[in-house]
């Protein structure tokens, strides 16, 4: 049988596990030289090779570098936030396919979130088409865990180990001092709680902090955060608050889109006028998604005045995604193994799927398994934090998300080290 | 000899290791049982003890609590701010020296930063002035590395091993897209610039990002940020700059108050009006400090007006002084022997001291010997960065800054896990 290349991608925001994936992709291309010449790797996705950008990963890489490239964060080959366009009678397909057929591309891996997806999706209708046999594969990854179809997804684990981890030592941080204090934690997630719930996992043992989780899953209400604050302040000095960058009011309000006209509303008071520069402005991507921040800040104000103590916010920022120190081995390993079996998936003729997580829901243990699901069934869709996981107060987990979540923040990750550093491999 | 009791806090801020001297002090105090009685903990500093909270240590913490609680980050006892009165005749003295005859108190440490010393020498002046035969020592301890007569403090090397690997993987993380832009990292440091010249070490190679790096020591100017940025742009797409959160202008404004008016004028523009609500306020905390944020936002603004790219800035937050997982194991070895060695001073009858760190500079490798410094001289002065660390630019670091840095971040900490996450002493 002719040997046929691979080509893969990073694209979307980076994760700690980004490169597992494609260090499994390498790793089973090169376990394959049967079937597969050699694997190129698209520089900054598909955007940058449209302009002639790639790189022969096989070539270039030695053993060893593998190996730290499988606990480097981030993208190595550089990512894009590009968007196919609807119609694929648009001229970049055609395009698009001649570069392929000259690298003699038998096999293409996107490495994404749900945009990539969408890529995915839209190369293997187009190839569909024209008739063309190379195989389009999806390899899942994103902290926010929202792509449906999949048990989890790769990159979910490390954040939510990120994040509980830290939670927990800014927990221990914050109550330090014996005044009573709040301190609010935002945590990324624009419409999917899932890494801001994972911030439960934080407490050492039952009744600790964060006292309060609210997700973007549920209507998030001023007053009634006001009154679980007051519970709480019965029982504990410091309140350790975490919530989603994308919480939203029972209008559909986020809170970080709440100017000072409508939080002083909230506060009861009147205001001579709109201050027109505090308004925050909600800014689209490329993909039209609104861009939020700041909810911790407009709580952080609200509770200051509604408490008169001593408030701080605090916006856990990249690290959530891109620490390469506080990474999950499990998610590591999963992230490695979904790459491998992604070239398998394909080598056995796939084409428009990506690769999914199936547990075992059966064994005592935590068991995983890969699967092949429609790739046009999971773009553009967004798996969110199931209602009944919440507790009925809305401010907190059930049992059903930790030993859900749990698994995934298993074993920890030793990047070689030089100096006391992490040394990353780094294309230059 | 009739035995005395062991008293022993901390006040401040917290830091990755101040448990770790808590730990050695501790420790001396039960392997010097031949003078020394019991070891009491003051519960939340001076401010706790005067109102009668305090534990007994040794009674209550097993060996492997110990150890565990030499790895937790934050103050295990809880911490103050609480600052004695000038006035020696003040009757807050007389009091609280009734309470340390009362459980039998020989030696007192106090762990913390300029302002605990500055409690330790009040309490031993006052001693003297009474012929209280009662020994007080400061073991110091804070991330700004800024008390004189100590070659560095503990605390430092794990926040400044925390700076450095995460000023790492923001790297990776902005340098993942192909389009220009900027990222600003905002650094804890009023006038010392210490943490933020550790981010220096977070180049993996020579020409690593961050390309630029400014302290407080120098002042600050836009148009000089605004010139430096230009020419890193001529051989980098992604420029990430590292500030100390107390920068200022040759005038001795800071950045962070920077009000509208004053940035449009620097950007040359004029503004209608001057729009109040965008002024930052400076508050004061109880020992009169500027309580400071925000320069990140003002240069974040600035640059995106300037620059017309993409612009980001991130605060690190208080996991700088509060990661346990990235503290630095020479920093906690040398913070618990700082307690030790608090420990034997006392013995030998030294008070009104602190514990100091003095570098061997003679020797070819990194060598540390403790000695004993008089508190009086060590409280209310501040170290900050020699200038001839500095490079001529004012935006970078010297070899020099590299060689002594390096020494105190090596070394990593496993701190005992349970479930995936680190499994902390808390008192409860």
Redesign the interface.
């Known amino acids: 049988m002719l040997k046929k290349n691979v080509l893969v991608g ?1 694209s979307g ?2 994760t700690a596990v980004i490169n597992a994936s494609l260090c499994g992709v390498i790793q089973q291309g090169i376990a394959r030289e049967d079937r597969i010449g050699t694997v190129y790797g698209m520089i ?1 996705g598909i ?2 090779f449209l302009e002639g950008w790639y790189m022969d990963l096989k070539a270039e890489l030695s053993l060893e570098e593998l190996e730290r490239l499988r606990v ?4 190595y080959l ?4 590009y968007k196919l366009p609807e119609d694929l009678a648009a001229e970049v397909y055609p395009l698009l396919f001649t570069k392929l057929e000259k690298l003699n591309i038998g096999f293409f891996f996107y490495i994404g979130g749900n945009d990539s997806m969408d890529t995915v999706s839209k190369l293997s209708r187009y190839g569909q088409k024209i008739g063309s046999d190379i195989r389009f594969v999806g390899i899942p990854k994103t902290i926010d865990n929202d792509l449906i179809l999949t048990d989890h997804t790769p990159g979910f684990g490390s954040a939510a ?1 990120y994040a ?3 939670v ?3 927990v ?7 005044q009573k204090s709040i301190t609010i934690i935002e945590l990324m997630g624009r419409h999917a709680g899932w890494l801001t719930a994972a911030s439960v ?2 407490r ?2 039952k009744g ?1 902090n964060p006292a309060l989780i609210y997700l973007p899953e549920r209507p998030f209400s001023l007053e009634q955060f006001a009154c679980d604050v007051e519970k709480e302040f019965q029982r504990r000095r410091s309140v350790v608050v975490c919530v989603s960058e994308g919480i939203a009011d029972s209008e559909g309000v986020f809170l970080c889109e709440y100017g ?1 006209e409508k939080l002083a509303a909230c506060m009861g008071k009147e205001r001579a006028a709109v ?1 027109d ?2 308004k925050e402005e909600a800014l689209l991507d490329n993909f039209g998604h609104k861009m939020l921040t700041g909810c911790g800040k407009v709580l952080e104000r609200f509770a200051r005045e509604r408490f008169g103590v001593k408030v701080r916010s ?6 959530q ?6 990474a ?1 081995m499990t998610d590591i390993e999963e992230a490695q193994k979904a790459g491998q079996v992604g070239v398998d998936f394909a080598l056995n003729g796939e084409t428009g799927i990506m690769v999914a997580f199936v547990r075992d829901n059966q064994k005592e243990g935590y068991d995983l398994a890969f699967a092949s699901v429609d790739v046009d069934q999971v773009c553009n869709q967004e798996k969110t934090v199931p209602l009944s996981w919440i507790s009925e107060s809305g401010n907190d987990l059930t049992h059903e998300f930790v030993d859900y979540a ?1 698994p995934l ?4 990750v ?1 990047p070689p ?8 491999l ?1 294309r230059r």
Chains 1, 2 share one sequence.
């Open positions: 990073q925001g980076p900054h955007e940058g480097t964060p981030a993208a550089g990512s894009c936030r180990k509980a981890a830290t927990r030592e800014i221990l941080d914050s109550s330090v001092y014996r996992l934080a050492q043992e600790d000072e201050k520069s505090q605090i916006e856990l920022n990249v690290s995604r891109c620490s390469g120190m506080l999950s749990l923040i298993q074993g920890a030793f080290l030089m100096d006391g550093l992490p040394e990353y780094i």
